[in-house]
């Protein structure tokens, strides 16, 4: 059984988002693998599929591996690359969408949010009763997260990529970081963090972001109100044993926070999007965390 605090920090933490690189799967596969993931041992890491708008009348037709007790959890996302004359109609048109496809599935659909990149000068609107996430590009964060402040939507940065220079910063992060905190807007993360710990990859030429590193700051910077430069140096930590969890406490260096407090604050560090569900665990386990 892991540790209570490293439960606490992963619970529903991976977004399952096998349709995109560098994974970049079928539906069909995609979704059997989710399936699979939710009947396995570590399910209670697993959040929603990553599901693009246009790809619900395909799904629909492979729900028959989902069941009430294992439903499909959806994360919707919605068009990118679109115009900010359409934005208003898009969204009018995601909203009948989801709802359609919801109605028709839900003993077996669980819709739990919505996101999408927000069009350049466009102001972000809500989707109903779903949890709307807004991605903006890294060096806007924190306009984009100042712009959210009271809403209850939430904030999507993009955390790497298949290539280099699709990873934003350690400075950049923490900036966001720092951001949601103050402003307590919801914030949510997307590629680039297969890895517990910040390491080198070869694939991309590049260090990879860890996700105890991104997740961990995220609840260390909001309960102990650090700023930029503290959260950045969490986020550059290469060492895994810098990261220690027991029952009561996660601890990284000198700086520590407990259970009960970790849950709270992942009100606002919400969720990680990966490809791959396995690698996360793999690395887990050759850490002996998992």
Sequence with gaps: ?????????????????????????????????????????EHW??????????????????LSRFDARHPLQVSVLGPKDLAAEA?????????????????????VVAMTQFEMPLPTDT????????????????????????????????????????????????????????????????????AGLHHPVKKFQASVQTKMHGFLNVLGAGVLAAEHRWDEAQTAAMLADEDARSFEFDDEIFRWREWKITTGQITARRQLVTSLGSCSFDEPREDLRGLDLL
């Design 123 to 190: 102001a972000p609107k809500s989707l109903g009763k779903l949890r709307t996430f807004w991605e903006a590009p890294a060096d806007a964060a924190a306009v984009t997260i100042r712009s959210l402040a009271g809403s209850g939507m939430g904030f999507k940065l993009r955390t790497g990529g298949v290539t280099s220079d699709a990873f934003p910063s350690g400075n950049q992060i923490a900036r966001a970081l720092v951001a949601s905190a103050r402003h307590q807007v919801p914030i949510k993360f997307t």
């Design 1 to 41: 059984m892991p540790a209570a605090a490293l439960r606490a920090l992963l619970t529903k933490a991976i977004d399952y988002a096998g349709l995109f690189p560098p994974a970049g799967l079928a539906l069909e596969p995609a979704l059997e693998n989710y399936a699979r993931y939710v009947r396995s041992d």
């Design 45 to 62: 890491m697993l959040g929603a599929f990553i599901l693009p708008l246009g790809k619900f009348d395909a799904a629909a037709q492979q």
């Design 87 to 107: 934005f208003a109609a898009k969204l009018k048109e995601a909203g009948a969408a989801i709802e359609q496809f919801s109605a028709a599935h839900q003993e």
